[in-house]
């Protein structure tokens, strides 16, 4: 059980950080809680038992985003670094949450208002913020492999909040926890992923996670945006939308990424919007009870229309309010759990 | 020793190709040269005689054609000096360095410049490759002829392709002129883009964005069609793509005078070692997948690649401890071919020894126009002295490079080098090898 702020215990069955464990806990949680790997990079670090591990404890982290006094000691006493090479709004502000929500003492670093504007290397800034001593640096990079290069350089674990198009392991947890909220489980749902598949970090992890629980993964995207061979990653890969959508549990878009277009992929956002554009008319050949996830930011009128956006099928926002749990989930099964 | 000494290496094991040699023999040298090969030669009085350790082979001087001595401008990664030194470690008694300088090889002075370095440094021979083009611009021909005159033995605009095909037809043309290859790094840029590593399965996984083995293809067949066009000699540098070698051998099928080599770590690692994201991985041509180092083992069994060649690339060690898409392509290769060679070629039954000489000293020698690759009476007496069963442990910090970035460190071979003759004279002696030290003249 989680303390509460002021000391009375509540029956979500977490086990402390500090201190007993409640008898009534779910048996995931009687296992010796934490993960096997010092950090985590990739959803490829988890086996589907951790997996699992990190959704129940989130299920019980929900419940502090409830209280009239949305916080516990769990991590008191603990540095969080949340080192940001890349704008984000979501991602940050969401760990932010967590961590504070968990009561770490949390420090924020942007690379426009730090060295790194002085040139300074990832290697450097990663020693130097080593030396002081954090529990934890969540890293969020524009190259792929980044956050390997700094768990070789120091102590502290690293989350890995998105690495070029490498992936966003805790974006794949919070859309498997917002699917098994809508849908009771993963395994054997027929998920379809639509957009820029080939620089999508979003992508890569929920092929990974989406797997390892079972779940049937179609992806779908113009010819030009795919990875090579799809099949390998056990994915079936379509370039009709149609298909994609046929029967579909969960229908999840990926933002059309402007910036990281060098290329020649498609000639137009219109020609794209016409041909893999989410809309309510497409939206028909899905299941009755089929869900709308967009990681965000989105591109209202590219990957996904307004009405399908903001319609009765989307969970896009509890999505969001999922990346909390999932996260104080995550910064307490690396951090908390495991040293005592 | 003065080059006028006679110096004899007595029963070793000698596999000279280019003669038919492969068996017991002395060697005699004079003046610097070889005079007779032969078993149980008669020794005179005042020749020094040198006991070649039981098991050690005695071939014609390695010449690695492809390497990066950095000097000028790039002293902090490898030297003139630091270079030859870590070449006679290798078992290496010559190397070609690619112009990819600062200022580029491009003018008599650089070429100068190089010449004297080597010569201050007297460890293994040193021949300039020029650039193709001014400052390896790409947009107009550099003084070939200048650059011949100078000491050049090639040109090469390596670390980029000549992307023009009609300044690549006219540097084939103009080169032969002077009897010098065109040494082309065969890379469309407009396919390659920014890729930073082979395109395919592990790079899509790990977000690494991707250089299509098309790229390599597609140069390579335009010079092979180029060559046929011009007449000219065109050679292919680090292969690595099984469709640029059945270019090659389509290429050498239909008379074209193409030739090629490929590096040690293009025949042993796959794109498989990317995970982890370790940029001594990190190298252009990328590591590509396990078919195209069966391809490359293939065509070092059956002749149709020519070399065995390192793309030596020291950077310092700040330059790679980076992000992946933010480092440097190149590993250093000069301390560990051999062993490598040995190892993965000859020992895993690939190829013989005779074959590796010729992929190591004859090929290279022929496709530069540079003396050695032979035993020859008259010949340059660069030797290298191989012990093959020699257990060998890579150890980068042991390097006499100046750089550490090969992802060979730590591992174990069966085979390497015991001793290089430069011109009669030892220039390396390998002290884990019992004997080696009677190659010591210094006695």
């Not at chain 2, 600062?102 to 003018?107: A, L, S």
């Amino acid at each position: 059980m989680l303390p509460t702020a002021d000391g009375t215990r509540h029956a979500a069955g977490m086990p402390l950080a500090e201190g007993g464990r409640s008898s009534g806990a779910p048996p995931v949680l009687e296992t010796p809680a934490g993960l096997r790997a010092k950090d985590l990079l990739s959803i490829g670090d988890l086996s589907a038992n951790e997996i699992l591990l990190i959704l129940e404890t989130a299920e019980a982290m929900k419940e502090v985003g409830t209280r009239t006094i949305k916080k516990v000691p769990t991590l008191r006493g603990k540095t969080v670094v949340n080192l940001f090479y890349e704008p984000s709004t979501r991602t940050r502000a969401s760990f932010e949450i967590a961590e504070k929500r968990l009561s770490a003492d949390t420090l924020n670093l942007a690379a426009t208002d730090s060295s790194v504007v002085k040139g300074e290397t990832l290697a450097d800034t990663v020693r130097n913020l080593e030396a002081m001593a954090p529990d934890i640096i969540v890293l969020r990079h524009g190259s792929a492999g980044a956050g390997h290069l700094a768990a070789r350089l120091c102590r502290a674990r690293i989350i890995n909040a998105g690495d070029g198009m490498h992936e966003h392991p805790t974006q794949a947890l919070l859309d498997a926890l917002t699917i098994r909220q809508r849908k009771g489980r993963v395994e054997g749902l027929k998920v379809s992923i639509i957009g820029d598949l080939l620089h999508s970090r979003v992508l890569r992890s929920n092929v990974l996670l989406l797997r390892a629980l079972g779940a049937e993964v179609c992806a779908c995207g113009p010819a030009t945006l795919m990875l090579p061979d799809m099949p390998r990653l056990g994915v079936r890969a379509t370039t009709s939308i149609d298909e994609a959508v046929e029967d579909a549990d969960v229908i999840m878009l990926l933002r059309i990424q402007l910036e990281r277009m060098r290329g020649y992929f498609f000639p137009s956002l219109r020609e794209y919007f016409q041909l893999f554009g989410m809309t309510v008319a497409r939206l028909r050949r899905a299941k009755p009870d089929v869900i709308i996830m967009h990681p965000g930011p989105m591109n209202r009128g590219v990957e996904i229309a307004s009405e399908v956006a903001d319609g009765p099928y989307s969970v896009i926002l509890e999505q969001v309010a999922n990346g909390v749990a999932v996260r104080m989930a995550v910064l307490y099964l690396l951090a908390g759990a495991r040293q005592e | 020793m003065s080059n006028s000494d006679r110096t004899m290496l007595k029963g070793g094991r000698v596999v000279d190709p280019v003669n038919g040699v492969d068996g017991s023999a002395d060697v005699l040298i004079d003046g610097g040269r070889v005079t007779r090969v032969g078993p149980n030669l008669g020794i005179e009085p005042g020749t020094i005689v040198i006991e070649v350790p039981r098991g050690c082979v005695v071939c014609p001087g390695f010449i690695d054609m492809h390497v990066h001595l950095r000097e000028p401008g790039h002293e902090h990664k490898e030297t003139v000096a630091t270079g030859v030194a870590a070449a006679v470690a290798g078992g290496f008694t010559a190397v070609a360095c690619m112009p990819n300088t600062d200022p580029v090889n491009d003018t008599a002075g650089v070429t100068k410049l190089i010449l004297a370095r080597a010569a201050q440094a007297g460890l293994a021979r040193v021949y300039p490759i020029g650039a193709v083009t001014k400052g390896q611009a790409g947009e107009q021909l550099a003084q070939i002829g200048e650059l011949r005159a100078a000491g050049c033995v090639a040109v090469s605009d390596d670390g980029r392709p000549v992307a023009n095909a009609s300044l690549m037809r006219r540097a084939l043309e103009y080169a032969a002129m002077f009897d010098m290859p065109v040494i082309d790094h065969c890379e469309d840029v407009s396919l390659a883009g920014d890729g930073v590593a082979h395109e395919g399965h592990h790079a899509a996984v790990l977000g690494l964005r991707g250089l299509p083995a098309a790229a390599e293809e597609i140069i390579v067949e335009r010079d092979i069609t180029l060559s046929g066009l011009t007449g000219s000699p065109v050679h292919i540098a680090h292969m690595s793509a099984r469709g640029a070698l059945a270019a090659v051998r389509s290429g050498k099928d239909r008379g074209i005078r193409v030739s090629c080599e490929v590096t040690p770590h293009h025949f042993t690692l796959t794109d498989e070692r990317l995970v982890g994201y370790d940029t001594n991985y990190k190298m252009n041509p990328p590591l590509r997948e396990a078919v195209d180092v069966e391809a490359m083992l293939d065509g070092l069994r059956d002749g149709s690649i020519d070399c065995i060649a390192t793309d030596h690339a020291p950077h310092h060690y700040d330059e790679k401890l980076v992000e992946f898409d933010r480092a440097p392509f190149g590993i250093v290769g000069l301390e560990t071919a051999v062993s490598i060679c040995l190892d993965r070629l000859v020992h895993a039954g690939h190829v013989p020894l005779s074959r590796l000489v010729e992929l190591l000293a004859v090929n290279p020698a022929r496709v530069l126009g540079v003396p050695g690759g032979d035993l020859s009476a008259g010949a340059p007496a660069d030797i290298t002295v191989l012990a093959p069963e020699l257990a060998v442990r890579v150890e980068a910090a042991a390097f006499r490079s100046l750089a550490r970035n090969t992802p060979f460190d730590g591992w174990s071979l069966r085979g390497g080098v015991a001793a290089t003759m430069v011109g009669g004279r030892t220039v390396y002696v390998n002290t884990a090898v019992p004997g080696a030290t009677s190659f010591d003249q210094r006695a």
